[in-house]
């Protein structure tokens, strides 16, 4: 509709590839695309506060519904003004809308086409989620993008199983579309459909044709991430994402290995997720720019360098691996915290430089010194 054009604005095509560089114009703030989102699952990017995570240049967080709908309850959250309020964070946010959650937390699931009826993964109560709910959640979460309920498969999963699932995602995405219309915030909220097809080119052309009907503010490539080899991953985005209108951000949900990131802005992606940077890190392992290491091993135990000499993060400026190792060993929380601070600035500085990249036409150079590992992260 009239109302979104312009929000997302492609500044610059790259001449080698289907990367564009561009910004999102959202009523909490522009964010540089392409970009990395950090996740905050239940309103908070684990151990970090909205002010480090200003520090490390995140623009925009995700938070997951599933999660905030059955604690503290949107009602909590609304009350306090919305998720910007409640968690302090004055940058834009994105809320997924609880169906993949659903499908991989909740127990005792019984999917029909009003919607997933499933016991809580906390204390086993029962919940329906429909369209129509989810979008009533996010309305009351007031994230500044919002997503469809839709259906995401395992995979592998049969062709039949598929085409029956992109059908039932597409009658999702317009009860979503009708309540977020009718009874949400259109002017406010963006809402995104998702594109679902496994890994059937053909049922990935149905569902991203059905969902262009509705004209969303964004589309998301959906069904990905789900344990199949990255060779499927860009196989199905070099089919998927030539599909989807170019004068609209295009995110790819759950992806977020450097890798895997530079593959999909090169097919034309603008926004990615995924909770590995910050999951690994409090696990121990740091992206640098010789590569990963895993700081909790004996090997470091006397090194006194900082995680990455080539990084500017504050736990990099102050700390040695040693330190840091010691801290995670001893399972102080400030371990944790240094690790989580490291990668996302890791992540947000790789960010700026494929975007540089794209913006000056080099993404075949930067693509090859990446492959090369030089001076970039092996993903
Ligand atoms: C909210 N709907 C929705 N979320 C998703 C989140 C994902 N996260 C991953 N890997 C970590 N794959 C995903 C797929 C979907 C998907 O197909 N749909
Ligand atoms: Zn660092």
Not at 140 to 154: N, Q, T
Not at 240 to 246: D, H, Q, S, Y
Not at 273 to 279: A, G, Q, S
Not at 342 to 363: G, I, K, P, S, T
Request: charge should be neutral; proline fraction near 5%; aromatic fraction near 8%.
């Amino acid at each position: 509709m009239a109302g979104w054009d312009g929000w997302f604005v492609v500044e610059h095509r790259e001449a080698h590839s289907q990367a564009r560089a561009g910004r999102l114009v959202t009523p909490h703030g522009v964010v540089e695309t392409p970009v990395f989102m950090p996740v905050g699952t239940q309103a908070a990017v684990k151990t970090l506060s909205p002010h480090e995570l200003r520090a490390v240049g995140a623009e925009i967080i995700l938070s997951n519904t599933y999660h905030l709908y059955l604690r503290p309850g949107s009602d909590v959250v609304a009350a306090a003004g919305g998720l910007h309020r409640f968690m302090a964070w004055d940058g834009p946010i994105l809320t997924d809308s609880g169906g993949f959650q659903v499908f991989s937390l909740a127990s005792l699931r019984q999917v029909t086409d009003d919607g997933v009826r499933f016991r809580s993964h906390l204390d086993g109560s029962e919940h329906l989620f429909t369209p129509e709910r989810s979008m009533a959640v996010q309305r009351d979460l007031g994230a500044d993008i919002i997503m469809c309920f839709d259906e995401c498969l395992a995979y592998p999963a049969r062709r039949d199983e598929v085409e029956a699932s992109v059908d039932r995602t597409t009658r999702w995405a317009q009860r979503c579309h009708r309540f977020w219309q009718e009874e949400g915030n259109p002017e406010r909220q963006a809402l995104f459909g998702i594109v679902q097809g496994g890994a059937y080119p053909e049922l990935r052309r149905r569902s991203a044709e059905a969902l262009q009907e509705l004209d969303f503010p964004g589309y998301a490539v959906g069904g990905l991430s789900v344990g199949e080899p990255a060779g499927v991953t860009v196989a199905v985005l070099d089919a998927t994402v030539p599909l989807l209108p170019a004068d609209r951000p295009r995110y790819l949900m759950g992806v977020g290995t450097p890798d895997l990131i530079l593959e999909a802005v090169w097919r034309g992606i603008d926004m990615m997720d995924c909770v590995l940077p910050t999951r690994m890190a409090r696990h121990g392992t740091v992206y640098t720019s010789e590569g990963k290491l895993t700081v909790r091993n004996a090997a470091f135990a006397r090194d006194f360098r900082p995680l990455d000499p080539a990084c500017d993060c504050y736990a990099c400026r102050h700390f040695t691996r040693a330190y840091i190792r010691h801290l995670l060993k001893v399972n102080e929380t400030l371990g944790m915290r240094l690790t989580t601070l490291h990668n996302l600035r890791y992540l947000h500085r790789f960010m700026e430089r494929l975007r540089q990249a794209v913006r000056e036409d080099r993404l075949p150079e930067f693509r090859a010194a990446f492959y090369r590992g030089e001076g970039a992260v092996l993903g």
